[in-house]
């Protein structure tokens, strides 16, 4: 991949930076060796970030290419709105005051080179800054009120008012920041980056580690340069062509985050943010399912008002469900009114509003794998043993699982399938798992989950190799399709 660093004029351009070629931006915008180069990061440096000022449009254009401009176009808007500003400054607030406790002066600037400062107390607020505006340079101004510090704007550093002394500094943070993967060559039959979002250390992860070996060889066959990446790679985002989740995902949560700006900054994402948004509340899918008429069970969204009506429309012993449980958390099952009244206030401290559901006991829940509204596999789960739920969560932090059994598509029953898709279609073209009961000759929608399982020895077993190579061919496909128009 080719660095480009882009200037207004490159004779004032005073920073010497390894296999980093300067550019004059109107030569970027205007000549054709640029626009026909494939693989390309361009550091944005110019006096003006403004609205159609060459600044702007060498980050519009370098997207438009199918190059990573560092700013993005979206980092440019997020600069300017004071309504994002007001948020980093909420949600960094512990950090700020923590970074700026000493300083004794009411206002304060803090210079921000890829991701750091001259002064090692302040590199991890730099870095979130960074995380959040991601530019080159920046400055972000702070001042002191009622004896507590909030961020007032963040606006981009022009390179020549680095002073003389941060020079050698701002030059060492570049370079790290270029070897940092930028800078690796690749392979000649790997075209593109692919980022695999993993925690090796969390239980609840969608696919174990043989699974994701198994990703990556499969990315790297059919044409990905496949890294693993975590939460503390962030910034690093604009670095790839396609982002795949492989955590556990939640709203509130740094997945969402990761998918938020990844689509921002023209990535290929799955999980993407709004199958996210989507799957990950109940209430949410409980109205979207009712709505196309899907059959679930019945279904009570409850909230402090309605808790008497759970008796008569679901009858007892019934389910409670948190908006946001996953793999069987914040899932409660009461068998009398006195139970649901016991336990009601510590489930509405959580959320407003919950699901009830009427309970229907099955030896084993389908579930149908989705990816690109298609069904690829099909799984039975068995309920854990003596239990009514798949898993069983015991006092001293265990887990206990039922058995599976991985199955052919054509091998589960055709009214399971349809109703798979149909549910599945409803939240997008992503890599879906649609939880199903069979119960009386009829279907019920239990969920969608968007972070479908994918474990080695699992989900795998029929499949194979395929299925690793099916789902990472649908990622290199809608990454070309974005940067050429390949159908």
Known sequence: MKNFVVVNNPQHWRLDLPE???????????????????????????????????????????QARGHKPLPSVQTIQDLKSMTMVRFVSAELDELIQQSLQHIQSDKFILSVYFGHNVSK???????????????????????????????????????????????????????????????????????????ILYNPADDSNPSNERAIAKFMKAAEHIGFDAELIDKEDFSRIAEFDALFIRETTAVNHHTYRFARRALAEGLVVIDDPESILKCSNKVY???????????????????????????????????????????????????????????????????????????????????????????????KYFMARKHWQIYERLGNGKTLSGRSETLPVSMAPKKVVRTALRAANLIGNGLYGVDIKEHDGECYVIEVNDNQSIDSGVEDLVLQDDLYLRIMGGLLARVERGKYGVS
């Open 121 to 195: 107390c302040h590199d991890r607020l730099s870095m979130r800054l960074f995380q959040q505006f991601q530019a080159p340079l920046l400055t972000a101004q702070f001042a002191k009120a009622n004896n507590k510090w909030q961020l007032q704007n963040v606006t981009p550093l022009i390179a020549t008012e680095i002073p003389e002394d941060h020079f050698e500094f701002v030059v060492q943070t570049a370079r790290e920041y270029l070897r940092r993967g930028v800078n690796q060559k690749k392979k000649a039959n790997l075209r593109y980056d692919l980022a």
């Open 285 to 379: 899918l409980a109205e979207l399912l009712d709505r196309y008429k899907i059959r679930t069970p019945k279904t009570l969204i409850l909230h402090a008002d309605n808790v008497d009506h759970v008796g008569s429309q679901l009858g007892f012993p019934c389910v409670i469900k948190q908006p946001d449980g996953a793999f069987s958390n914040g899932v409660t099952k009461v068998e009398t009114e006195q139970e649901l009244l016991a336990q009601l206030p510590e489930l509405l401290d959580k959320s407003d509003m919950l699901i009830a559901q009427e309970f229907i006991r099955t030896a084993f829940d389908w579930r149908i794998c989705v990816f690109e509204q298609q069904p690829i596999f099909a799984c």
């Open 20 to 62: 980093v070629e300067v550019v004059a931006a109107k030569s970027y915008l205007t000549e054709a060796r640029f626009s026909m180069e494939r693989n390309a990061k361009v550091f944005n440096l110019c006096r003006s970030y403004r609205y159609q000022s060459i600044g702007y449009y060498v980050s519009l254009l370098a």
